[in-house]
């Protein structure tokens, strides 16, 4: 199991989708009180609920549909500063700095490139191996093969005039 989650991680923005969720969870923590109270205390509770949920299901999209990494991460950028300025300082400002950091991770990700099938354990392929022994064979075109030096075309004269 360690190998395939450590895999599943590698594949997607991990650390920019857990620390959205971790801001999600400090700004709703801040404001745990009972509805009735909530409301009487004005759009500062509200608010930290509102945007604490959306930055953890932000947190979850960016794990699970990695391709939005983008959109969720500017996304979690702007909650972040708006929590800032209408819901309790943004969690007292760490939900806002985590929120910040984990959204800019996500937009910056960027996927790992994968190699190819045939060479992902270090095997060669027979025809490669033959093909590398026999550097000086010519293929059908009358070149040296597929490592042969490009060379230039011969300058064509201009006529003058």
């Known amino acids: 199991m360690g ?50 949920g959306m930055l953890v299901v932000l947190g979850l999209v960016t794990w699970f549909t990695p391709n ?39 937009f910056s990700w960027r996927p790992v490139s994968r190699p190819p099938r045939g060479r992902r354990r270090g095997r060669r392929r027979p025809h490669d191996q033959a093909r590398r022994e026999a550097p000086g064979e010519t293929d059908a075109e009358g070149g040296e093969g597929p490592d042969a030096p490009v060379l230039p075309s011969p300058a064509v004269p201009r006529p003058e005039g």
């Open 3 to 52: 190998t395939a989650w450590r895999r599943w991680c590698k594949r997607r923005p991990f650390a920019g989708g857990l620390l959205m969720i971790l801001s999600g969870a400090v700004m709703v923590s801040f404001v745990a009180m009972p509805v009735e109270l909530m409301i009487q205390t004005g759009i500062g509770g509200v608010s930290s609920l509102m945007f604490g």
């Open 68 to 106: 939005q990494h983008v959109i969720t991460g500017s996304l979690a950028g702007f909650l972040g500063l708006g929590a800032l300025i209408l819901s309790n300082l943004g969690g007292l400002v760490i939900g806002t700095l985590l929120a910040l950091v984990g959204g800019g991770l996500a």
